[in-house]
């Protein structure tokens, strides 16, 4: 198991797009969410170097020993509050969770979305991905009853929100 300190968190590059897409669906699958209505099905887990382009956005790419091991990024998704972000595709290899990447990552999103103007993170998810939960929860997302803005995932059935 690698340590913390093994791995590298950079911004997402072009040559990354398929490695972080199989990294998305296979956990999806592992965990029995490869559902329609998530990013499963999403073209843009084909093409996220592209989609994190627009304004505002950004994603991390976790990396040691030039193997992807999962990343996480900000996006202002479509029909949110101008003062919200959202966190997504936040996704890790099952050999670089508990030992803090998630953490880390999700902090990092947390600390550039501050920077760059937003005062809330939302953020959807399914209850398969309980190991997630946990950590959304002990960062302060609290459970919304419904659904904010307009991902396009109806798959997804739980939703959090954090203030900044």
């Not at 991905?129 to 302060?140: D, P, Q, R, T, V």
Request: charged fraction near 25%; proline fraction near 6%; aromatic fraction near 10%.
């Amino acid at each position: 198991m690698k340590s913390l300190s093994e791995i590298t968190i950079r911004p997402i590059l072009p040559k990354d797009n398929t490695d972080l897409a199989l990294v998305v669906r296979n956990t999806l699958a592992e965990f029995g969410a490869a559902n329609p209505g998530t990013v499963y099905f999403d073209p843009t887990t084909d093409a996220l170097f592209e989609l994190f382009q627009a304004p505002k956005s950004a994603y991390f790419v976790a990396e040691a020993d030039g193997k992807i091991w999962g990343g996480g990024g900000i996006y202002p998704t479509e029909g949110l509050p101008s003062n919200t972000c959202e966190l997504v595709k936040m996704y890790l290899l099952p050999e670089a969770r508990g030992i803090g990447l998630g953490r880390t990552l999700i902090e990092k999103c947390l600390e550039l979305a501050k920077a760059e103007g937003f005062e809330q993170v939302y953020l959807e998810t399914l209850p398969e991905l309980n190991l997630a939960l946990k950590a959304y929860e002990k960062l302060g997302f609290e459970y919304l009853s419904a659904p904010m803005g307009d991902s396009k995932h109806f798959g997804c059935g739980l939703w959090m929100l954090k203030k900044l």
